[in-house]
C-alpha cells in the first residue's frame, strides 16, 4: 500500500508561483511513475504533469507547458510540481498520483492508469 500527501497548496494572485509537493511512503518509490492530476470545481479530473519511474521524460498537457516543471528527488520519495505564471482558471485541487512501472507513456496522461492518489491539496488563484 502506497500512502501519498500533497503539500503546497494555497493562495497566490495571478502571475504567481507555487511549489508542490508529493511525499510518498509504503512502497519502493523507484519502481512508481508520478503525476499530477487538478480538478476544478463542476470539472473533471485532468492531467497535468507526469514523470516515469525511468528515464528522464517528463510529460505535460499542453496548457502548462513551458511553465510547470516536474522533477523527483527518489532519496527523498518526493515528486514536485513547480508552477510559475499561474492563471486564474487554474485554480482547482492538484492531486499526485502513482503507477508501477509502466512502460508506455501513454498511462501516464490516464487516471484510470493510476493505482494510488494523495488527498489533494488546493491551489487558488486570485485575478
Known amino acids: 500500500q502506497v500512502q501519498l500527501v500533497e503539500s503546497g497548496g494555497g493562495l497566490v494572485q495571478a502571475g504567481g508561483s507555487l511549489r508542490l509537493s508529493c511525499a510518498a511512503s509504503?512502497?519502493?518509490?523507484?519502481?512508481?511513475?508520478m503525476g499530477w492530476f487538478r480538478q476544478g470545481v463542476g470539472e473533471e479530473r485532468e492531467f497535468v504533469a507526469a514523470?516515469?519511474?525511468?528515464?528522464?521524460?517528463?510529460y505535460y498537457a499542453d496548457s502548462v507547458k513551458g511553465r510547470f516543471t516536474i522533477s523527483r528527488d527518489n532519496a527523498k520519495s518526493t515528486v514536485y510540481l513547480q508552477m510559475n505564471s499561474l492563471k486564474p482558471e487554474e485554480t482547482a485541487v492538484y492531486y499526485c498520483?502513482?503507477?508501477?512501472?509502466?512502460?508506455?507513456?501513454?498511462?501516464?496522461?490516464?487516471?484510470?492508469?493510476?493505482?494510488?492518489w494523495g488527498q489533494g491539496t488546493q491551489v487558488t488563484v486570485s485575478s
Open positions: 514523470i516515469p519511474w525511468i528515464g528522464k521524460a517528463t
Open positions: 509504503g512502497g519502493s518509490f523507484t519502481s512508481y511513475g
Open positions: 498520483g502513482s503507477q508501477k512501472r509502466s512502460y508506455d507513456s501513454a498511462n501516464y496522461y490516464d487516471e484510470r492508469q493510476y493505482d494510488y
